[in-house]
């Protein structure tokens, strides 16, 4: 049986890992997880292991450790390298870096059970769908195959949580526990991915898919039987899209568990029957999106198309029912000024969350977001996006950020990136708030903005040591510098 092994930048419970091994487990092949963070010596322990596959599942943003980590294991392994993931997806053109062997496109559960078992039996590799191989002879030929049919995720074994969990105990002892309960999202979010997903595997399935209630509740009886969970979180883009399901999900998990959960639902498909059974049920916390203050940004630039009525009636709802709420917004789109970003926090005011997070826009290319900034001339002259990955970088030395987008308040933007929950909570900064963004960076500003961070480690933590492991770390990044 052929040997595979996960390399990871962070200590993750990734689901497309554990989904992948499950399935290489199901034909017998041997895999194990590699944590860079929690490594003392990944090359040593990934050699000793003798992989025959080195597998990245990897976003845009991890791209540079993925390469330079992949060579050295490839080096030191005499290995096949694959990478699979967002990334390699959308950007397969990748494979004509140094060191990558084969990208797989899409999903990946199929490709890389065929390729271990051609690997095993040294079979080709070449005609795999899903992946692009590089020719071993001659690495400037590549074998583009096409993809399979979207997979029906019913028929596929549950994650394999022992990959983790058997190896990195505060994975299996954190008080969150994680389950994903259904693959795709119907929406079209100019920002997002799925619009091209969808793209790319129209005529090959169902592209959303949700897991039966019975499969999710067999799972979240299995987690909390073999590790406990003191909270629950579930996973997906919008657990409400399908609202017979998300009721019946929660009539019965009502009846069997007494665990707090937490998940994300799409604003505009809430109603008060939904809101009043999430609370029966034991929800916790719920996110949602706003994106933007600005309905015609929201709706034309963002393609979120959803009324101020709908996200503030929504807004009322949870109130009314006592639910905390964690919102999720964004600075520096095409014709965003300060003006309307602030019309974002004052949106956000009126549906009272308990925290605003929010991003600064990433144009990654192949999104709708980034040909219409292209177009209307909104990229920086020094944007630069390629294979090595692109992405605003979070400073408190005192030095200003760079967006991706050419806006004429850039620095001011990035200062109420920093400031927006705070502007939030407060709304007498509305008074003055142009003089606060008119201040040069502070540090300050590193405290504001990681309170909340700090907040929400404490209240879903595991115990007294990782809550001052939190408080020192965010001490010594206010100090550091």
Not at 402 to 407: C, H, N, P, S, V
Request: charged letters at 30%.
């Amino acid at each position: 049986m052929a040997k595979i092994a996960f390399i990871q930048e962070e200590l993750r419970d990734r689901f497309g890992v554990m989904l992948l091994s499950a399935c290489l487990g199901e034909h017998g092949h041997e895999r194990d997880v590699f944590v860079a963070e929690k490594s003392h010596d990944l090359v040593s322990e990934v050699k000793a292991f003798k992989p025959d596959i080195l597998a990245f599942s990897t976003m845009t943003a991890g791209v540079p450790f993925a390469l330079k980590t992949m060579r050295e294991l490839k080096e030191a392994t005499g290995a096949m390298t694959l990478m699979g993931g967002p990334h390699a997806t959308f950007y397969p053109e990748i494979i004509g870096e140094k060191g990558i062997d084969a990208v797989c496109v899409g999903e990946g559960e199929g490709a890389i059970v065929d390729l271990a078992n051609a690997i095993d039996r040294k079979e080709s590799i070449y005609e795999i769908k899903n992946l692009w191989v590089k020719d071993r002879e001659n690495p400037e030929k590549i074998y583009r195959n096409e993809l399979r049919e979207r997979t029906d995720i019913n028929a596929l074994p549950m994650f394999d949580r022992d990959l983790y969990f058997n190896k990195y105990k505060e994975l299996a002892e954190a008080p969150t526990k994680k389950i994903f309960i259904a693959k795709g999202c119907p929406f079209d979010c100019s920002y997002c991915f799925n619009h091209s997903l969808k793209e790319m595997y129209k005529g090959k399935g169902k592209y959303l898919q949700f897991y039966t209630v019975d499969r999710v509740l067999d799972e979240i009886r299995f987690i909390n039987e073999k590790w406990g969970m003191k909270w629950l979180q579930i996973i997906t883009d919008t657990v409400n899209v399908d609202k017979s399901w998300f009721m019946e999900f929660m009539r019965r998990y009502k009846e069997e568990f007494n665990i707090k959960y937490i998940c994300n639902v799409r604003i505009d498909r809430i109603d008060e029957e939904i809101v009043q059974m999430m609370k029966e049920s034991g929800c916790d916390r719920v996110n949602y999106g706003i994106e933007h203050g600005d309905s015609e940004i929201r709706k034309n630039v963002l393609k979120r198309d959803m009324t101020d009525e709908e996200i503030i009636r929504g807004g009322e709802l949870f109130t009314k029912y006592g639910m905390r709420v964690q919102t999720a917004n964004i600075i520096g789109v095409p014709h965003e000024t300060v003006e309307t970003a602030m019309s974002t926090v004052r949106l956000n005011r009126k549906v009272k969350p308990d925290i605003a997070q929010v991003f600064i826009l990433q144009p990654y290319p192949k999104t709708q977001i980034y040909e219409y900034s292209k177009n209307a001339g909104f990229l920086a002259p020094d944007y630069i996006h390629s294979v090595s990955g692109t992405g605003f970088q979070l400073s408190f030395d005192g030095s200003e950020n760079k967006m991706q987008l050419k806006l004429e308040d850039e620095k001011k933007l990035v200062r109420l990136f920093y400031l927006f929950n705070f502007f939030v909570q407060h709304s007498w900064t509305d008074r003055i708030h142009k003089i606060i963004l008119a201040v040069p960076f502070l540090r300050l500003y590193k405290m504001i903005y990681m309170y909340p961070i700090v907040k929400q480690h404490f209240k879903y933590g595991k115990g007294v040591r990782e809550k001052l492991e939190v408080l020192k770390k965010f001490f010594c990044n206010i100090l550091k510098g």
